[in-house]
């Protein structure tokens, strides 16, 4: 017999979201860096869970969402459960008023910069509304350019021998992750088919999930099994199910597609944890995939699904065990 909570009630309060997570100072001169940013310009603003198209699904009380977390418990015979849930979040982009400029000597790399906050609380259960998950960081888009001979303006500019090299295509966006268990990551990645066809035609298909979900070499039952700690087994099979089902209950017309990766082989990124986390669970790699969607030709970005996937090493029975920590989310901008 499956285990099921008896609760019937939560008695958290709902969050009442505000305008903007991040409240950046006031500043017209020099303006906010949007030009800068590329594609990814295309995320500043606030997103939420709210209803795609005529679905009635994907707002706070039925979210196209899923998170699939193992944890290690050495009590019990498998040695790891599962906390698997459904969530919404609150997250917020916003440009500052200037970069971050990589100085190179006869060149640089400007880092164009968003910083963003993100709030998640869960979706259902006895602790429906509470807040689960937090952290903030920041995206970066990165470009080559001259180096000022002055610490002011942009000229005059120090001599380069021969054209300036162009940021690859492989390595121009990177994502910076602080989070409060105690993990910091940092992933590099590109936009796909930048600079020439960055905008797909929509609609957008979103695969399969590829990866391993559930480890070898461990007792899969807590997987395969509805408890309490895993109430929807079949997503098991596919986490990105709920983006499949998402992007198809409302189609867009074009999209812009990116990744990231700790483990990108053209700039290999890092993650560092506290010792309670590299003892007990240990990340060691961290990727992610985002689609952002419009509605029409050349119309604004409002839809945003992404994925990710933490990478895990967890001691089952002596022998460490990477187990998949996967998370996926369809948000709506908010107007």
């Given amino acids: 017999m499956s285990e099921k909570s008896t609760a019937t009630a939560s008695s958290v309060t709902p969050p009442v979201f505000p305008d903007t997570l991040i409240n950046e100072p006031a500043q017209t001169n020099p303006a906010p860096n949007v030009d800068g940013l590329g594609p990814l310009s295309n995320l500043i603003g606030t997103w939420t869970n709210q209803n795609l198209g005529s679905s009635g699904s994907g707002g706070t009380a039925s979210p196209y969402s899923y998170n699939i977390m193992p944890l290690p418990v050495a009590s019990v015979p498998e040695k790891y459960i599962l906390k698997n849930f459904k969530y919404y979040e609150e997250i917020t982009f916003s440009p500052i008023n200037g970069n971050a400029p990589n100085r190179g000597g006869d060149y640089n790399q400007n880092a164009n910069v968003i910083f963003y906050e993100q709030r998640i609380y869960f979706a259902d259960g006895p602790d429906k509304d509470k807040l689960v998950h937090a952290e903030n960081g920041s995206w970066l888009f990165l470009v080559t350019g001259t180096e000022a001979q002055g610490p002011y303006g942009t000229t005059p500019?120090?001599?380069?021998?021969?054209?300036?090299?162009?940021?690859?295509?492989?390595?121009?966006?990177?994502?910076?992750?602080?989070?409060?268990?105690?993990?910091?990551?940092?992933?590099?990645?590109?936009?796909?088919?930048?600079?020439?066809?960055?905008?797909?035609?929509?609609?957008?298909?979103?695969?399969?999930?590829?990866?391993?979900?559930?480890?070898?070499?461990?007792?899969?039952?807590?997987?395969?099994?509805?408890?309490?700690?895993?109430?929807?087994?079949?997503?098991?099979?596919?986490?990105?199910?709920?983006?499949?089902?998402?992007?198809?209950?409302?189609?867009?017309?074009?999209?812009?597609?990116?990744?990231?990766?700790?483990?990108?082989?053209?700039?290999?990124?890092?993650?560092?944890?506290?010792?309670?986390?590299?003892?007990?669970?240990?990340?060691?790699?961290?990727?992610?995939?985002?689609?952002?969607?419009?509605?029409?030709?050349?119309g604004e970005f409002t839809q945003l699904s992404y994925n990710q996937t933490i990478l895990m090493n967890i001691p089952i029975n002596g022998t460490i065990v990477k187990f998949p920590h996967i998370t996926c989310n369809t948000l709506t901008k908010k107007q």
């Fill in 157 to 298: 500019v120090v001599p380069h021998d021969g054209p300036i090299p162009e940021q690859s295509v492989l390595t121009n966006v990177a994502k910076q992750i602080s989070v409060p268990h105690g993990n910091s990551i940092l992933a590099q990645g590109g936009i796909k088919g930048y600079p020439n066809s960055y905008l797909n035609n929509g609609p957008l298909s979103i695969s399969a999930y590829s990866g391993d979900v559930i480890p070898s070499g461990i007792d899969t039952t807590p997987y395969t099994t509805e408890s309490v700690g895993n109430p929807f087994p079949a997503l098991n099979d596919n986490p990105n199910q709920p983006l499949q089902d998402g992007v198809a209950a409302n189609p867009c017309v074009q999209y812009i597609q990116w990744a990231v990766d700790t483990e990108n082989p053209a700039a290999k990124g890092s993650v560092t944890n506290i010792p309670f986390e590299k003892q007990k669970a240990n990340v060691v790699d961290y990727s992610a995939n985002y689609w952002l969607q419009a509605f029409t030709q050349g």
